[in-house]
């Protein structure tokens, strides 16, 4: 099938999202992934995915802010809670109301973070390749210390292991179109630093924990998934070697990952049925914020960065961006204003 047209939508802090939507049946949203390009995401082997998707659901795919055909650079005070953000534009562009949640790696802890504040919307969640925690020591020397020293190995390394394009100079090309060093090196830290122990026991929607195994970069493995599935109740777990079994396989034919996801899908209540146990389900109680939060989150109201904060405070920049994506968690905000009105409205500066 033709690569669908790209299409934009717009973030509330001002981003702009491209995003594709194509093919019939249950919307099914990729969120985003760590090397995207809404355009070219749709050529071999990563298209032959997206293709055999498209032919079983309506398939809505996105680049996160600072990647492919979206606004770049982000900021320099980015937090994993922006992608948020970037989700709800792409549902609120293309009008659904219920919908399955797939994502990948680091972007499974956004998913989740999502599901999690809003159970009514969605009716699955798939987390592929994702963790417990963060990319961690695992993908530092890959994801960070690489990319920081020498861009250009960065690149020819994951175009090698993504790609795998018969031309090598074409794959890399992939690379550097769908992300820049400065957005890289912006990203790590928090994806880095990134957790969700404290959330996954909240899903209450059905959750399948999807894993190829044998990629090789900071990807998860099959304890990686145990450990995630152990704390989702209810969840699903699948293993399937990769490169036979992956996504951005190659190989033509079929995908064993696919009939994971078919197989998943086909266990879903009916829509009516599903939707009325979600919204009878009650949402969970975020716990109050500590005192150091509310310290931070004064700094926040008044414009500081994560830089100017750790400095005030003499914490790591990392430290304040995991300190500032709590707040976010626990307050139900997404971004500078929501955060002001919530500490305007309950007393907090």
């Not at 050529?43 to 309506?58: C, F, I, T, W, Y």
Request: negative net charge; without cysteine.
């Amino acid at each position: 099938m033709e690569a669908p047209p790209v299409q934009y939508a717009r973030t509330s802090d001002g981003y702009s999202i491209a995003y594709t939507d194509s093919g019939r049946g249950i919307p099914f949203v990729w969120v985003a992934g760590p090397i995207t390009h809404a355009r070219l995401d749709w050529l071999a082997p990563k298209g032959s995915a997206l293709e055999q998707l498209a032919r079983r659901v309506r398939l809505i795919t996105y680049d996160a802010r600072g990647h492919g055909m979206s606004a770049r650079p982000v900021p320099e005070d980015y937090v994993l809670s922006d992608d948020e953000l970037d989700l709800e534009a792409v549902v609120a562009a293309t009008g659904i109301d219920r919908f399955v949640l797939f994502a990948g790696y680091y972007f499974g802890h956004v998913a989740m973070r999502y599901a999690v504040r809003n159970p009514e919307r969605v009716r699955a969640l798939i987390l592929w390749n994702s963790r417990v925690g963060g990319q961690g020591t695992r993908g530092r020397s890959y994801n960070i210390d690489m990319a920081a020293e020498d861009w250009a190995l960065f690149v020819d390394v994951t175009a090698r292991v993504i790609f795998s394009l018969e031309d090598p100079e074409a794959a890399k090309q992939r690379v550097r179109e769908s992300i820049t060093q400065l957005d890289m090196l912006r990203r790590s830290v928090p994806t880095r630093d990134s957790g969700v122990a404290d959330i996954a026991s909240l899903l209450v929607v059905p959750v399948l924990v999807l894993v190829t195994t044998g990629i090789a970069m900071a990807a998860a493995s099959e304890e990686d998934g145990q450990k995630l599935a152990a704390i989702i109740p209810g969840s699903r777990l699948v293993v399937i070697a990769h490169p036979d079994g992956g996504l951005h396989s190659d190989e033509p034919g079929p995908k064993p990952a696919l009939h994971a996801i078919d197989d998943f899908l086909a266990t879903l209540p009916p829509e009516a049925a599903s939707q009325e146990v979600t919204l009878t389900t009650p949402r969970p109680q975020f716990q109050v914020l500590s005192p150091r939060e509310v310290e931070i989150l004064r700094f926040v109201v008044a414009g500081k960065s994560s830089r100017e904060i750790g400095e005030e405070l003499v914490l790591s920049v990392r430290t304040v961006e995991r300190h500032i994506a709590n707040i976010y968690l626990k307050t139900e905000t997404h971004g500078r204003a929501q955060v002001t009105n919530y500490a305007r409205d309950n007393g907090l500066y």
